[in-house]
């Protein structure tokens, strides 16, 4: 057996690439604040509480609890998928995968969906939009992933890997979203198309 | 053959042929091109938060690699997960975890209790179960001596575990510490597998060991246990059935 293990890769990938999906080849937040989320008495809530949850959702929050599993984290998971199954796919994004393909480049999709449950809306989405890919990963952390893996490109809208992505010489490519007029200072670059990143990860 | 590779192919016959899940340290594309070279896909893998710990749900593995797996699993190179048949199953489990963010490998008194009480109510309905120590709490295995439908299973597992969490909720005790969750679950059957005996714990690495009244055996002891509950203790579905309808009686 290849024993690979360790944070120094046994070899690098010079034409491989991971690539988000969320708010990345598509338009989440979007969908998740406008989109519509009917009630279900299904799911064993009250009308309000799964009103005063909507809201704690689309704020980004969650609600206080020391416990793994609850209520509010079955909601989150329900309206999350709906708005996956629902999310528009960014043209230039799927022009852009399609160029890879056709450029011989092995192609990631790296996303923190929780792949146990959402494996099976999320290939029928990429299908559906014609997004080619070699391999399905979740990862919280993506730099750790890209990282370990020998991946030393990474397209992902995260605060975190535009920030470090340089630190540990990824290479983070982000689409600027009007949260990201926040950010601090780093080395990750910011593009409006994806023609931008195209050009970038032939440099 | 290694004989607990046997033992663990002679455990059930219902887990779905060909697909797995692989927990374990290696990762990169050559392990990965390892892993597939002697068949099967890749359906999804995963970085997770416990140091580098890696999953791989393999698909279309044929029959003598998936020994190959197994044969690596009780060698403790890696985990071996399966999962349940679509329709019907031979075995079915209770996973209990302690449902807390932080601390939870410790067995917290409320776990003791469900524990305690599901495996009182089990021997009471005619059900000898195997309780063998998982991380976060247990997995309560039943074996049966025929397949039996999910949907019958799943509610047998619900109304059991009700009862196993009642002292809790009478006590005024949290019964939300524990955390149960059913396999096969007839909601997410495709989605969810479950460790095979012989694993190490991914957070801990310890050996899931077999739980007995008086206590967790040692390795050696719990694959003779092991051994030991296959050849007497299968339960007939003529018994879960019947419990079955007493559940439903009492409820």
Redesign the interface.
């Known amino acids: ?5 360790g ?1 120094i ?3 690098t ?1 010079p034409r491989i690439i991971a690539v988000d999906l969320d708010d990345t080849l598509n338009n989440f937040t979007e969908t998740l604040q406008h989109g519509e989320f009917p009630y279900s008495p299904a799911d064993s809530l009250s009308r309000e509480t799964f009103e005063h949850y909507l809201q704690l959702i689309r704020n980004g929050e969650s609600e206080p ?6 209520g509010f984290n079955y909601c989150h998971f329900k309206i999350h998928l709906r708005c996956w199954q629902e999310a528009r796919a960014r043209p230039n994004g799927v022009e852009f995968m399609q160029w890879l393909r056709r450029n011989q480049w092995r192609i990631v999709i790296c996303t923190r969906r929780d ?3 959402a ?1 099976d809306s999320t290939r029928v989405w990429l299908q559906k939009n014609d997004i080619p890919f070699d ?7 993506k730099i ?2 890209c990282r ?3 991946i030393k490109h990474l397209v992902d809208d995260s605060f975190f890997n535009i920030i470090h992505g340089k630190e540990h010489d990824i290479n983070v490519y982000y689409p600027i979203l009007p949260l990201h007029h926040s950010l601090p200072s780093h080395n990750a670059r910011g593009f409006q198309t994806f023609d931008e990143v195209q050009r970038w990860i032939q440099e | 053959m290694d004989p607990r590779v046997t033992l663990l192919k002679e455990f059930s016959s219902g887990f779905i042929e060909g697909k797995a899940k692989i927990e374990t340290d290696q990762f990169g594309f050559e392990f990965l091109e390892w892993l597939l070279s002697a068949g099967g896909a890749l359906e999804y893998g995963e970085l997770t938060d416990t140091r580098l710990l890696h999953k791989y749900k393999i698909v279309d593995i044929p029959e003598h690699r998936m020994d190959d797996l197994m044969q690596l699993h009780v060698m403790k190179q890696f985990n071996v997960c399966r999962y349940f048949g679509v329709e019907k199953n031979d075995v079915f489990c209770f996973n209990m975890d302690n449902n807390h963010k932080t601390d939870n490998t410790a067995i917290i008194p409320e776990m003791s209790s469900a524990l305690d009480t599901l495996r009182t109510c089990l021997l009471g309905l005619g059900c000898e179960p195997l309780i063998i120590a998982s991380g976060r709490g247990y997995h309560v295995w039943m074996r049966l001596d025929e397949p039996m439908d999910n949907t019958l299973l799943y509610e047998f597992m619900i109304a059991t575990a009700a009862r196993a969490l009642l002292p809790l909720l009478v006590g005024g005790a949290d019964h939300r510490a524990v955390k149960f969750s059913f396999y096969p679950d007839i909601n997410v059957i495709d989605a969810v597998s479950l460790r095979l005996f012989g694993s190490q714990h991914v957070k801990n690495n310890s050996f899931s060991h077999v739980f007995t009244p008086s206590g967790l055996l040692d390795e050696g002891d719990s694959w003779k246990y092991f051994e030991h509950f296959i050849r007497n203790k299968t339960t007939p579905t003529a018994t879960i059935k019947a419990a079955l309808e007493e559940l439903r009686k009492a409820t």
């Open positions: 057996m290849p024993n690979p293990v944070l890769p046994a070899n990938y609890s020391d416990l793994m599993s609850t792949m146990r449950r494996h391999y399905l990963f979740m990862a919280a952390n750790a992933f370990a893996w020998g």
